[in-house]
Protein backbone atom coordinates (compact mmCIF):
# COMPACT_ATOMS: atom_id res chain seq x y z
CA UNK A 1 0.00 0.00 0.00
CA UNK A 2 2.86 2.37 0.87
CA UNK A 3 4.58 1.36 -3.02
CA UNK A 4 4.47 4.05 -5.98
CA UNK A 5 4.82 2.14 -9.68
CA UNK A 6 6.28 4.31 -12.33
CA UNK A 7 6.44 3.30 -15.88
CA UNK A 8 8.13 3.36 -18.20
CA UNK A 9 11.65 2.23 -16.63
CA UNK A 10 13.30 3.69 -20.01
CA UNK A 11 11.82 5.80 -22.74
CA UNK A 12 13.64 7.53 -25.83
CA UNK A 13 11.96 10.27 -27.25
CA UNK A 14 12.74 12.41 -29.95
CA UNK A 15 13.54 16.10 -30.01
CA UNK A 16 10.43 18.25 -29.80
CA UNK A 17 8.29 15.15 -29.10
CA UNK A 18 6.48 14.87 -25.67
CA UNK A 19 7.53 12.72 -23.11
CA UNK A 20 5.28 10.87 -21.02
CA UNK A 21 5.61 9.06 -17.71
CA UNK A 22 3.77 7.20 -15.56
CA UNK A 23 2.50 6.79 -12.12
CA UNK A 24 0.24 4.57 -9.78
CA UNK A 25 -0.20 4.31 -5.83
CA UNK A 26 -2.71 3.15 -3.52
CA UNK A 27 -2.84 4.89 -0.43
CA UNK A 28 -5.27 7.20 -0.76
CA UNK A 29 -4.14 8.99 2.17
CA UNK A 30 -1.02 10.71 0.40
CA UNK A 31 -1.22 13.93 0.14
CA UNK A 32 1.37 15.71 -1.82
CA UNK A 33 3.22 14.53 -5.65
CA UNK A 34 6.23 15.87 -6.47
CA UNK A 35 8.41 14.81 -9.39
CA UNK A 36 12.09 14.54 -9.15
CA UNK A 37 14.83 15.15 -12.09
CA UNK A 38 18.45 13.73 -11.24
CA UNK A 39 21.19 13.69 -13.59
CA UNK A 40 24.39 11.38 -13.45
CA UNK A 41 26.12 11.47 -10.17
CA UNK A 42 23.88 14.29 -8.82
CA UNK A 43 21.17 14.66 -6.23
CA UNK A 44 17.18 15.24 -7.57
CA UNK A 45 16.04 18.49 -8.35
CA UNK A 46 12.34 19.11 -7.56
CA UNK A 47 10.92 19.64 -10.89
CA UNK A 48 6.97 20.12 -9.92
CA UNK A 49 4.49 18.90 -7.84
CA UNK A 50 1.02 18.18 -7.52
CA UNK A 51 -1.85 18.39 -4.62
CA UNK A 52 -4.47 15.60 -4.73
CA UNK A 53 -7.35 18.30 -5.38
CA UNK A 54 -6.29 20.00 -8.38
CA UNK A 55 -6.04 17.58 -11.69
CA UNK A 56 -3.48 19.62 -13.61
CA UNK A 57 -0.52 21.59 -12.83
CA UNK A 58 1.37 23.26 -16.03
CA UNK A 59 5.31 24.81 -14.69
CA UNK A 60 6.76 25.42 -19.09
CA UNK A 61 7.22 22.66 -20.73
CA UNK A 62 6.58 20.34 -17.84
CA UNK A 63 2.84 19.06 -17.13
CA UNK A 64 1.35 16.96 -14.29
CA UNK A 65 -1.66 15.38 -14.63
CA UNK A 66 -3.24 13.74 -11.85
CA UNK A 67 -6.28 10.95 -11.81
CA UNK A 68 -7.28 10.87 -8.15
CA UNK A 69 -10.13 8.60 -9.06
CA UNK A 70 -7.80 6.10 -10.77
CA UNK A 71 -5.03 7.13 -8.30
CA UNK A 72 -2.24 7.85 -11.02
CA UNK A 73 -0.33 10.52 -11.77
CA UNK A 74 1.84 11.12 -15.05
CA UNK A 75 4.26 13.83 -16.30
CA UNK A 76 4.44 15.63 -19.81
CA UNK A 77 7.41 16.84 -21.22
CA UNK A 78 6.40 19.28 -23.80
CA UNK A 79 8.96 19.76 -26.99
CA UNK A 80 11.41 17.61 -25.33
CA UNK A 81 15.55 18.38 -25.37
CA UNK A 82 18.90 16.43 -25.26
CA UNK A 83 18.98 18.47 -22.29
CA UNK A 84 15.65 16.69 -20.45
CA UNK A 85 17.89 13.57 -21.00
CA UNK A 86 17.89 12.08 -17.23
CA UNK A 87 16.00 9.99 -14.85
CA UNK A 88 12.84 10.97 -13.36
CA UNK A 89 11.70 9.68 -10.57
CA UNK A 90 7.95 10.59 -9.03
CA UNK A 91 6.99 10.39 -5.00
CA UNK A 92 4.47 10.60 -2.69
CA UNK A 93 4.32 11.44 0.76
CA UNK A 94 1.75 10.62 3.71
CA UNK A 95 1.42 13.76 5.75
CA UNK A 96 3.32 17.30 5.86
CA UNK A 97 7.35 16.61 7.14
CA UNK A 98 6.81 13.01 6.34
CA UNK A 99 8.79 11.39 4.17
CA UNK A 100 8.72 10.47 0.37
CA UNK A 101 8.15 7.31 -1.08
CA UNK A 102 9.90 6.91 -4.63
CA UNK A 103 9.00 5.18 -7.56
CA UNK A 104 10.88 2.97 -9.80
CA UNK A 105 12.38 5.88 -11.56
CA UNK A 106 12.54 6.54 -15.47
CA UNK A 107 15.29 6.98 -17.91
CA UNK A 108 14.47 9.62 -20.38
CA UNK A 109 16.83 9.85 -23.14
CA UNK A 110 16.18 12.53 -25.88
CA UNK A 111 17.39 11.94 -29.45
CA UNK A 112 18.88 15.14 -31.67
CA UNK B 1 16.44 29.24 -3.30
CA UNK B 2 17.21 26.76 -0.29
CA UNK B 3 20.44 24.34 -1.02
CA UNK B 4 21.09 21.61 0.64
CA UNK B 5 25.66 20.31 1.00
CA UNK B 6 26.58 17.46 1.20
CA UNK B 7 30.56 16.85 2.61
CA UNK B 8 32.55 15.02 1.17
CA UNK B 9 31.45 14.85 -2.19
CA UNK B 10 33.29 11.37 -2.68
CA UNK B 11 35.41 9.31 -0.40
CA UNK B 12 37.37 6.28 -0.72
CA UNK B 13 37.69 4.15 2.57
CA UNK B 14 39.31 0.79 3.50
CA UNK B 15 37.23 -1.85 5.41
CA UNK B 16 36.27 -2.10 8.49
CA UNK B 17 37.19 2.07 8.69
CA UNK B 18 34.05 4.56 9.46
CA UNK B 19 33.21 7.46 7.35
CA UNK B 20 31.70 10.78 8.71
CA UNK B 21 29.03 12.27 5.60
CA UNK B 22 27.76 15.68 6.60
CA UNK B 23 24.41 17.66 4.89
CA UNK B 24 24.13 21.23 5.81
CA UNK B 25 20.97 23.14 4.80
CA UNK B 26 23.01 26.58 4.18
CA UNK B 27 19.99 29.32 3.72
CA UNK B 28 17.43 27.53 5.80
CA UNK B 29 16.79 25.66 8.80
CA UNK B 30 15.61 21.90 8.70
CA UNK B 31 13.99 20.45 11.81
CA UNK B 32 13.70 17.22 9.61
CA UNK B 33 16.16 15.68 7.45
CA UNK B 34 16.16 12.27 5.46
CA UNK B 35 19.17 9.96 4.36
CA UNK B 36 18.45 8.03 1.03
CA UNK B 37 20.99 4.97 -0.14
CA UNK B 38 21.27 4.82 -4.39
CA UNK B 39 22.54 1.96 -5.97
CA UNK B 40 23.34 2.35 -9.68
CA UNK B 41 20.40 2.28 -12.20
CA UNK B 42 17.78 2.24 -8.86
CA UNK B 43 15.65 4.18 -6.97
CA UNK B 44 16.02 6.29 -4.19
CA UNK B 45 16.03 4.25 -0.86
CA UNK B 46 14.96 6.21 2.39
CA UNK B 47 17.39 5.26 5.45
CA UNK B 48 16.35 7.17 7.97
CA UNK B 49 14.79 10.43 8.69
CA UNK B 50 16.56 12.49 11.10
CA UNK B 51 15.11 15.16 13.50
CA UNK B 52 17.12 17.68 15.34
CA UNK B 53 17.53 17.47 19.04
CA UNK B 54 16.18 13.54 19.01
CA UNK B 55 16.91 10.00 17.88
CA UNK B 56 16.37 9.01 13.92
CA UNK B 57 14.00 6.88 12.89
CA UNK B 58 15.35 4.19 11.01
CA UNK B 59 13.78 2.40 8.27
CA UNK B 60 13.02 -1.49 8.84
CA UNK B 61 16.01 -2.99 7.83
CA UNK B 62 18.69 -0.38 7.96
CA UNK B 63 21.35 -0.81 10.69
CA UNK B 64 20.90 1.60 13.37
CA UNK B 65 24.76 0.58 14.77
CA UNK B 66 26.47 0.73 11.50
CA UNK B 67 24.42 3.96 9.87
CA UNK B 68 24.62 6.51 13.07
CA UNK B 69 22.69 9.50 12.56
CA UNK B 70 23.45 12.69 14.47
CA UNK B 71 20.88 15.85 14.04
CA UNK B 72 22.38 18.24 16.37
CA UNK B 73 21.67 22.09 14.54
CA UNK B 74 19.20 22.95 12.65
CA UNK B 75 21.72 23.21 9.70
CA UNK B 76 23.53 20.43 10.71
CA UNK B 77 22.77 15.99 10.22
CA UNK B 78 25.53 13.75 9.87
CA UNK B 79 25.88 10.27 8.72
CA UNK B 80 28.70 8.16 10.02
CA UNK B 81 29.01 4.65 8.33
CA UNK B 82 30.82 2.89 10.59
CA UNK B 83 33.49 -0.80 10.05
CA UNK B 84 32.40 0.34 6.33
CA UNK B 85 32.63 -2.97 4.15
CA UNK B 86 32.57 -3.15 0.25
CA UNK B 87 28.90 -3.75 0.46
CA UNK B 88 27.99 -0.11 1.92
CA UNK B 89 29.90 1.19 -1.27
CA UNK B 90 27.23 3.36 -2.74
CA UNK B 91 25.85 6.72 -3.35
CA UNK B 92 24.51 8.60 0.10
CA UNK B 93 21.90 11.58 -0.68
CA UNK B 94 20.07 13.75 2.58
CA UNK B 95 17.72 16.13 2.48
CA UNK B 96 16.23 18.31 4.06
CA UNK B 97 12.46 19.93 4.51
CA UNK B 98 11.58 23.45 4.32
CA UNK B 99 10.00 24.33 7.33
CA UNK B 100 6.27 25.39 6.57
CA UNK B 101 6.94 24.00 3.01
CA UNK B 102 6.05 20.69 1.08
CA UNK B 103 9.46 20.90 -0.77
CA UNK B 104 11.99 18.76 0.01
CA UNK B 105 15.20 19.73 -0.92
CA UNK B 106 18.06 17.00 -1.83
CA UNK B 107 21.68 17.54 -1.76
CA UNK B 108 24.40 16.81 -4.27
CA UNK B 109 25.24 13.22 -2.86
CA UNK B 110 28.51 11.77 -1.25
CA UNK B 111 29.82 8.94 -3.55
CA UNK B 112 31.58 6.38 -1.28
CA UNK B 113 33.74 3.46 -1.84
CA UNK B 114 34.74 0.92 0.30
CA UNK B 115 38.21 -1.15 -0.88
Known amino acids: QQQVKQSPQSLIVQKGGISIINCAYENTAFDYFPWYQQFPGKGPALLIAIRPDVSEKKEGRFTISFNKSAKQFSLHIMDSQPGDSATYFC???????????FGQGTELSVKP | GAVVSQHPSWVICKSGTSVKIECRSLDFQATTMFWYRQFPKQSLMLMAT?????????EQGVEKDKFLINHASLTLSTLTVTSAHPEDSSFYIC???????????FGPGTRLTVL
Open chain 1, 91 to 101: AARLNQGGKLI
Open chain 2, 50 to 58: SNEGSKATY
Open chain 2, 95 to 105: SAILAGTDTQY
